[in-house]
Nanobody, 125 residues
């Protein structure tokens, strides 16, 4: 079992940057693949990025490639999402999620077992 808490969201202008954090409980956090998803009003939850247990593999949605960077610090039980060059389409609630040990880096929500409560990111144009 792992509990996830997101932070770092807020209201920014188009072109600005934000760094989201996902803090996890539990001493086995390094065993989990972690992903970021987002959900805009009236839209389905969509994949943003994911990172493997020891950072050897990352995956990004096409819409954020080159602008977002996912990273993790297993010593701090934290995964980050650095978001640069934000645009209005990035406005959403951002969730981090963890997949049970043994999972591979995936882009489908059903591949993840634990979810945080989300943090709101609003980009004004």
């Amino acid at each position: 079992q792992v509990q996830l808490v997101e932070s770092g969201g807020g209201l920014v202008q188009a072109g600005d940057s934000l760094r989201l954090s996902c803090a996890a409980s539990g001493r086995t956090f390094a065993s989990y693949v972690v992903g970021w998803f987002r959900q805009a009003p009236g839209k389905e939850r969509e994949f943003v990025a994911a990172i493997s247990r020891w950072r050897e593999s990352t995956s990004y949605a096409d819409s954020v490639k080159g602008r977002f960077t996912i990273s993790r610090d297993n010593a701090k039980n934290t995964v980050y999402l650095r978001m640069n060059d934000l645009i209005s389409d990035d406005t959403a609630v951002y969730y981090c999620a963890a997949a049970r040990p043994g999972a591979v880096v995936g882009s489908k929500a059903e591949e993840y077992d634990f979810w945080g409560q989300g943090t709101q990111v609003t980009v004004s144009s």
